[in-house]
C-alpha cells in the first residue's frame, strides 16, 4: 500500500525562515572574523557603549545565558576591548566598561554588521525590501514575538538591536 503525501498548500515559512537566518548570521560570522569578533562580541560592546550596563543585563539583551555571557566578556578583556568595573551608581554590581580600542572596535564592526545587512537587502528591489522588513517587524514585534508555552521553547525573544 502506498502511502499519501499530503500537498503543501503554501511555502515552507519554517525552512525560508531558517535557512536565510542562517546563511546571514554564517555571512556575519565570517565578516566580522576578519576584525577577531564574534556576533556576540559585537552585541556586547555595541551595547557595553550604549548605557552603562551589568553584565546580566548584557547578557539578557544579546540572549546568551550566564556562562556564554561570560566567556565572551573574557574574550573581549583578553583582547582589551572591555573591563569589568565597579558601577558608578551601585558599588555592587560591575558593569563592563568598553575601552578605547573597544569603541573604536565596535564603530569597525557596526559598519562591517551593517555592510552585511546593506548586501542582503540591497538583492531586493527598493519596495520589496521596505515590505519585507515592515512584515518581519510585525511578525517580530506581534504574532512572533513570544515562543509558544512548552514544546521545548527555552530561548527568551532576543531584545532587537537597532
Known amino acids: 500500500m502506498t502511502a499519501l503525501v499530503p500537498s503543501r498548500t503554501a511555502p ?3 525552512y525560508l525562515l531558517d535557512h536565510t537566518s542562517h546563511v546571514l548570521r554564517t555571512r556575519m560570522a565570517a565578516a566580522l572574523a576578519e576584525i577577531g569578533l564574534t556576533a556576540r562580541m559585537h552585541c556586547v560592546l555595541v551595547h557595553a557603549l550604549e548605557a552603562e550596563r551589568t553584565q546580566i543585563q548584557l547578557a539578557e539583551l544579546g540572549d546568551m545565558d550566564k556562562t556564554t555571557m561570560v566567556v565572551t566578556v573574557d574574550a573581549l578583556e583578553k583582547a582589551g576591548l572591555a573591563e569589568r568595573r565597579p558601577s ?4 555592587r554590581a560591575r558593569i563592563i566598561a568598553v575601552t578605547g580600542r573597544g569603541a573604536e572596535t565596535a564603530r569597525r564592526s557596526q559598519e562591517i ?3 552585511v545587512h546593506e548586501a542582503v537587502l540591497g538583492t531586493l528591489p527598493d519596495t520589496e525590501r521596505e515590505v519585507l522588513l515592515r512584515a518581519l517587524e ?3 514585534t506581534g504574532h512572533l514575538a513570544e515562543p509558544a508555552e512548552g514544546a521545548g521553547a527555552n530561548r527568551r525573544p532576543r531584545e532587537r538591536h537597532k
Open 113 to 115: 554588521v551593517d555592510a
Open 88 to 91: 558608578s551608581t551601585d558599588r
Open 138 to 140: 510585525r511578525l517580530a
Open 12 to 14: 515552507d515559512l519554517s
